[in-house]
């Protein structure tokens, strides 16, 4: 089966700095979605990249995902308090079916 | 357009009882799938109904079932819970469940099972 693989499972980073967060497939990634969570709360769509290559960008947030389709990375600019919270990847298993990585927590520090 | 809707938000049980979770799609979604989420195991899929049929199930046992009505509403059912059963449940809804579209999620139940 399809297994998800996020990194790294937190980090804490200063109001403005960049990050990256990835997420790695053990198969080709056919759909590939990222969310956000606020703590307890559901998950906020943020992002679905589905062709080898293809990067988006949404406000200070953007995705890639690599050629080979097997590797998707998140990365923010210019970070904000409001970005805190747990980053998830999905991978499409078809029939509305979403297998997750466990998630990458983030903490902005003022 | 009003987002998915998950009801009761929390809900506190005891250990033997049963409980129904309710999940109403975004107007003009005919998907929607459930899932459970838990500190230890993550994200895991329950199922996932489409015009009122089952068309997949995750790894789970019998004790966890749903259905769908023809307004497209779901709900989820568990049978003798648990302990470990305590959990974020989560809904999904999609228009037609492909592999193209996005799933919009609900704010979620928590059940807590005592």
């Known amino acids: 089966s399809q297994e998800l693989e996020q990194s790294p499972q937190s980090l804490i980073v200063q109001e403005g700095k960049n990050l990256t967060i990835n997420c790695t497939s053990s198969?080709?990634?056919?759909?590939l979605y990222w969310y956000k969570q606020k703590y307890g709360e559901g998950l906020i769509f943020l992002m679905m990249?589905?062709?080898?290559?293809e990067e988006k960008s949404h406000e200070k947030i953007t995705a890639k995902l690599d050629e080979k389709k097997q590797q998707s990375s998140l990365h923010i600019t210019a970070s904000q308090p409001s970005h805190a919270g747990i980053y998830l990847c999905?991978?499409?298993?078809?029939?509305?079916?979403?297998?997750f990585g466990k998630g990458t927590m983030l903490l902005v520090s003022p | 357009k009003a987002g998915v809707t998950q009801t009761p938000r929390y809900l506190i049980k005891t250990r033997g009882q049963q409980v129904t979770l309710s999940c109403s799609p975004i107007?003009?979604?005919?998907?929607v799938s459930w899932y459970q989420q838990t500190p230890g195991q993550g994200l895991q899929f329950l199922f996932e109904?489409?015009?009122?049929?089952?068309?997949n199930k995750g790894n789970f046992p019998g004790r966890f079932s749903g259905r769908q009505f023809s307004n497209s509403r779901s709900e989820m059912n568990v049978s003798t819970l648990e302990l470990g059963d305590s959990a974020l449940y989560l809904c999904?809804?999609?228009?037609?469940?492909?592999?193209?579209?996005?799933?919009?999620f609900g704010p979620g139940t928590r059940l807590l099972v005592l």
């Open positions: 999904a809804s999609s228009v037609h469940g492909t592999g193209e579209e996005t799933q919009y």
């Open positions: 198969k080709t990634l056919y759909g």
């Open positions: 990249l589905q062709k080898g290559g």
């Open positions: 999905g991978a499409d298993k078809g029939y509305s079916t979403l297998t």
């Open positions: 107007s003009g979604h005919r998907s």
């Open positions: 109904y489409f015009s009122e049929t089952q068309r």
